[in-house]
């Protein structure tokens, strides 16, 4: 067994607009301690990822995103000798081959299905010990007949299926909590570097929509704009700016909401279902965001609306005037079967930790 105390290397994908990965590890991180208290957290990010960084985490920063600094990722895992490493949505065969050759574990996270299929390449798989499919049913969930065949290439690989990764609800700081009250409207696109079609910030068209809807329902409004969002969003009356909160918080913000406008990435889509409230939704950037937007509308789930001030706020004000409809998309979000697996993940992976050296 390692003589130092049980280490973790958190690889996630990184970089000035996506950070859904990023929380993925600190979720994690915060849930395998409490299987191995001493146990110790580190992960790579590109140094350009604006992130809230935590006390729970080692933050190794890299110049670029992990899959394109592949020396500098090797370095750390020869420095670190990590018992395992935890490969999310970025990978190089030489990265996992390098965690192997030294003695540790390999998991590697996918939540969707390009990433799903890099885990089951041949080059990657034989250096893989667990491949965690992050799905929205995962009873239902089954690998596919060509998935099955690479599959069994390396048996020894093992292949399980869950759901969210979520971090606990922890409560808004008391004077926050006052400011707001109940049934705030709440506007949130995501990690907040993303830009629209016309080059503007993202958070800011949140903000003008939100403006626009308490201008009309003269409702309790509050704007989160993210932790890579480095603008000036103008501050309107009536409407609470909060520049970036936890995502612990952001969970029992969401869970009081009267209504959430917010964008399909999957980490936030995640916990808007999860809190079951009735949402607006946009696709914000990202590949696999239109593709979910779709599906979730599909299912009555959200309200699918443009990435515009004016169909956000439109959506958000109709949507705050029917109570029907409210009912409607929260019942249909508890149909999408959602379930919140971190402890089940984590569980898996602090099995690899105490596999090493066996």
Same mark, same amino acid.
């Given at each position: 067994?390692?003589?130092? /105390? /049980?280490?973790?290397?958190? +690889?996630?994908? $990184?970089?000035?607009?996506?950070?859904?990965?990023?929380?993925?590890?600190?979720?994690?991180?915060?849930?395998?301690?409490? %299987?191995?208290?001493?146990?110790? *957290? %580190?992960?790579?990010?590109?140094?350009?990822? @604006?992130?809230?960084?935590?006390?729970?985490?080692?933050?190794?920063?890299?110049?670029?995103?992990?899959?394109?600094?592949?020396?500098?990722?090797?370095?750390?895992?020869?420095?670190?000798? #990590?018992?395992?490493?935890?490969?999310?949505?970025?990978?190089?065969? !030489?990265?996992?081959?390098?965690?192997?050759?030294?003695?540790?574990?390999?998991?590697?996270?996918?939540?969707?299905?390009?990433?799903?299929?890099?885990?089951?390449?041949?080059?990657?798989?034989?250096?893989?010990?667990? %491949? =965690?499919?992050?799905?929205?049913?995962?009873?239902?969930?089954?690998?596919? #007949? &060509?998935?099955?065949?690479?599959?069994?290439?390396?048996? $020894?690989?093992? %292949?399980?299926?869950?759901?969210?990764?979520?971090?606990? #609800?922890? #409560?808004?700081? @008391?004077?926050?909590?006052?400011?707001?009250?109940?049934?705030?409207?709440?506007?949130?696109?995501?990690?907040?570097?993303?830009?629209?079609? @016309?080059?503007?910030?993202?958070?800011?068209?949140?903000?003008?929509?939100?403006?626009?809807?308490?201008?009309?329902?003269?409702?309790?409004?509050?704007?989160?704009?993210?932790?890579?969002?480095?603008?000036?969003?103008?501050?309107?009356?009536?409407?609470?700016?909060?520049? *970036? &909160?936890?995502?612990?918080?952001? $969970?029992?913000?969401?869970?009081?909401?009267?209504?959430?406008?917010?964008?399909?990435?999957?980490?936030?889509?995640?916990?808007?279902? *999860?809190?079951?409230?009735?949402? =607006?939704?946009?696709?914000?950037?990202?590949?696999?965001?239109?593709?979910?937007?779709?599906?979730?509308?599909?299912?009555?789930?959200?309200?699918?609306?443009?990435?515009?001030?004016?169909?956000?706020?439109?959506?958000? +004000?109709?949507?705050?005037?029917? *109570?029907? !409809?409210?009912?409607?998309?929260?019942?249909?979000?508890?149909? &999408?079967?959602?379930?919140? @697996?971190? =402890?089940?993940?984590?569980?898996?992976?602090?099995?690899?930790?105490?596999?090493?050296?066996?």
């Amino acid at each position: 067994m390692a003589t130092h /105390p /049980p280490r973790v290397l958190f +690889i996630p994908a $990184s970089g000035p607009t996506g950070s859904g990965e990023y929380y993925r590890a600190l979720n994690l991180a915060r849930a395998l301690r409490q %299987h191995a208290p001493g146990l110790e *957290a %580190h992960v790579l990010r590109a140094r350009d990822a @604006d992130l809230r960084d935590d006390d729970g985490l080692q933050v190794h920063r890299l110049d670029a995103t992990p899959a394109r600094a592949d020396r500098a990722v090797r370095d750390c895992i020869a420095a670190l000798r #990590p018992d395992l490493a935890v490969f999310d949505g970025s990978g190089r065969t !030489a990265q996992l081959r390098a965690v192997r050759q030294l003695g540790g574990r390999v998991a590697w996270i996918s939540n969707r299905p390009g990433r799903r299929r890099r885990a089951l390449a041949w080059r990657r798989l034989r250096w893989i010990d667990l %491949h =965690v499919m992050l799905v929205r049913e995962p009873v239902r969930a089954r690998l596919g #007949p &060509l998935e099955r065949v690479r599959a069994a290439l390396v048996p $020894s690989a093992e %292949h399980r299926f869950a759901g969210a990764v979520l971090p606990p #609800p922890d #409560p808004l700081p @008391d004077a926050l909590a006052d400011r707001l009250g109940d049934e705030v409207a709440v506007f949130v696109s995501g990690g907040g570097g993303q830009l629209d079609a @016309d080059g503007t910030p993202v958070p800011e068209r949140f903000a003008e929509a939100a403006a626009r809807f308490h201008a009309a329902t003269g409702r309790a409004v509050c704007v989160v704009l993210g932790p890579q969002y480095r603008g000036d969003a103008p501050r309107q009356p009536g409407v609470t700016v909060i520049d *970036a &909160l936890p995502t612990a918080q952001l $969970s029992s913000l969401l869970a009081t909401a009267r209504l959430v406008v917010a964008g399909a990435g999957n980490m936030l889509s995640n916990q808007v279902v *999860a809190a079951g409230r009735p949402c =607006v939704m946009t696709a914000t950037g990202g590949h696999d965001q239109p593709a979910r937007l779709a599906d979730y509308a599909r299912r009555g789930a959200v309200r699918a609306a443009a990435l515009s001030a004016e169909a956000l706020a439109t959506a958000a +004000i109709e949507l705050d005037g029917d *109570a029907g !409809a409210r009912r409607s998309l929260v019942e249909g979000m508890g149909r &999408l079967g959602l379930r919140d @697996d971190t =402890v089940r993940v984590a569980g898996w992976l602090n099995g690899l930790v105490e596999r090493v050296g066996g």
